[in-house]
């Protein structure tokens, strides 16, 4: 799966890169910032929503938000695919979990660059995607972190044992030169934000980041 993360394209011309990568993208990655769980502000509800009817693809919303338990199940049902939140963020990543499966969406379990992925990996039969930063959340245009992939094996292990029907995707720095790594590593998911929005042609560095995820 790859997903260009929005948080590269042009904010005042969002349908237009919605439109670039509809015959290439799997899923649409929407980073939502509070500035209180990181220190940024992107965009909220009003602008998802407005996604949701401006695109048919399934958008895949990671909240970098303080207090998931009350905002995140307002995105499932507003109608977004997946719903990520960080498990930084909450005390009850089940509860929150339950809800927005509850609410019709898929639920994400994000984890930021200095959390451990073992403490989670219990719970991971509550989500359907697990988010591993490979840099630290709340901006684009990082360099990837090669040594959180480490969390990526560890997962991947966990999902092949416990059979789990869980997606593992990356998010950060994934590009020409990363990608193949975060795959072997065990990734099946892919956000890239520069990668795409930062080529000439965003639907071709989709094609490109496929081919070498062997996706
Ligand atoms: C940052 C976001 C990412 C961001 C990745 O916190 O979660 O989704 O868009 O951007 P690149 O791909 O440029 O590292
Ligand atoms: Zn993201």
């Known amino acids: 799966m790859i ?6 394209a042009d904010f005042a011309r969002l349908a237009e890169a919605c439109e670039q990568v509809a015959d290439d993208a799997d899923w649409l990655h929407v980073d939502v910032m509070d500035n209180h769980f990181v220190p940024n502000l992107t965009i909220g509800v009003p602008v998802v929503k407005s996604l949701v009817a401006a695109t048919n693809l399934p958008l895949d919303c990671h909240l970098m938000i303080t207090d998931p338990k009350r905002w995140a199940v307002g995105y499932a ?29 898929k639920a994400g379990l994000a984890i930021d660059r200095d959390t451990p992925v073992e403490p989670y990996l219990d719970i991971l039969p509550e989500f359907d995607t697990l988010l591993i930063m490979t840099i630290k959340a709340g901006f684009g245009g990082q360099s990837f ?5 480490d969390k990526v094996r560890t997962a991947r292990h966990a999902v092949r044992t416990g059979h789990l029907e869980l997606r593992i995707e990356v998010d950060g720095g ?33 094609r490109r980041l496929r081919g070498l995820a062997g996706d």
């Open 3 to 8: 997903a260009p993360s929005l948080l590269a």
């Open 174 to 206: 994934i590009a020409d030169d990363t990608i193949a790594a975060a795959a072997e590593a065990g990734a099946d998911a892919f956000v890239a934000g520069t990668a795409v929005y930062g080529a000439a042609d965003p639907a071709k560095a989709i």
């Open 77 to 105: 049902e507003l109608g977004a695919y997946n719903v990520t939140f960080h498990a930084e963020a909450t005390s009850d990543p089940v509860g929150v979990a339950r809800d927005l499966r509850a609410a019709g969406s």
């Open 145 to 149: 972190i090669p040594e959180l992939l």
